[in-house]
T-cell receptor, first 112, second 117 residues
Framework: DAGVIQSPRHEVTEMGQEVTLRCKPI?????LFWYRQTMMRGLELLIY????????DSGMPEDRFSAKMPNASFSTLKIQPSEPRDSAVYFC??????????FGEGSRLTVL | AQKVTQAQTEISVVEKEDVTLDCVYE???????LFWYKQPPSGELVFLIR??????QNEISGRYSWNFQKSTSSFNFTITASQVVDSAVYFC??????????????FGQGTTLQVKP
């Protein structure tokens, strides 16, 4: 089975531009998570979905961030407008519940 | 407040040495779950183990073992006879009861393990 697939793997953009990160979870998984990893703050949960419905978005930094899950096989995380402090590795993970998360390889975002 | 502390930022050992990665957690819940994840150089995090707060039995899986002690709020991870392929960042994580089914995890800062040949 394919694992969690994220795209793009690397993104370099300029401040003010819109960034869209994409994720395809493992088929059959009911939960989808977006995490952000930085040196300063470590791994932070941004938002998670259960059966395509956003359950907890308390980790989303501010209104510039938004996430959607239009169907069970696709999710996006959008940053508009992007800022240099958004530079990080963004991970998507999926699970059947219980804490065993399956992570994608991450999308490394650099905002200049 | 829930918190996970991995005091060791980096550890370097020579192949075949045993190494223990420390994890101390804080939670007010009586029911909670603890995890270890491995992040190899390729980047994705890989699940290693999940323990619940009522099961203090030590766990062994090949060269990996875990020691859970509620009295000291610790969940330490030992690699026996380390190998170069064990080089990675290791994360300890906590999930409280109300989050247990969802997998909403609080991660520690991670310990970078370097195993030299």
């Amino acid at each position: 089975d394919a694992g969690v697939i994220q795209s793009p793997r690397h993104e370099v953009t300029e401040m003010g531009q819109e960034v869209t990160l994409r994720c395809k979870p493992i088929s059959g998984h009911d939960y989808l998570f977006w995490y952000r990893q930085t040196m300063m703050r470590g791994l932070e949960l941004l938002i998670y979905f259960n059966n395509n419905v956003p359950i907890d978005d308390s980790g989303m930094p501010e209104d510039r961030f938004s996430a959607k899950m239009p169907n069970a096989s696709f999710s996006t995380l959008k940053i508009q407008p992007s800022e240099p402090r958004d530079s990080a590795v963004y991970f998507c993970a999926s699970s059947k519940g219980g804490g065993e998360l399956f992570f994608g390889e991450g999308s490394r975002l650099t905002v200049l | 407040a829930q918190k996970v502390t991995q005091a060791q930022t980096e550890i370097s050992v020579v192949e075949k040495e045993d190494v223990t990665l420390d994890c101390v957690y804080e939670t007010r819940d009586t029911t909670y779950y603890l995890f270890w994840y491995k992040q190899p150089p390729s980047g994705e995090l890989v699940f290693l183990i999940r323990r619940n707060s009522f099961d203090e039995q030590n766990e062994i899986s090949g060269r990996y073992s875990w020691n859970f002690q509620k009295s000291t709020s610790s969940f330490n991870f030992t690699i026996t006879a380390s190998q170069v392929v064990d080089s990675a960042v290791y994360f300890c994580a906590l999930s409280e009861e109300r989050s247990s089914n969802t997998g909403k995890l609080i991660f520690g800062q991670g310990t970078t393990l370097q195993v030299k040949p």
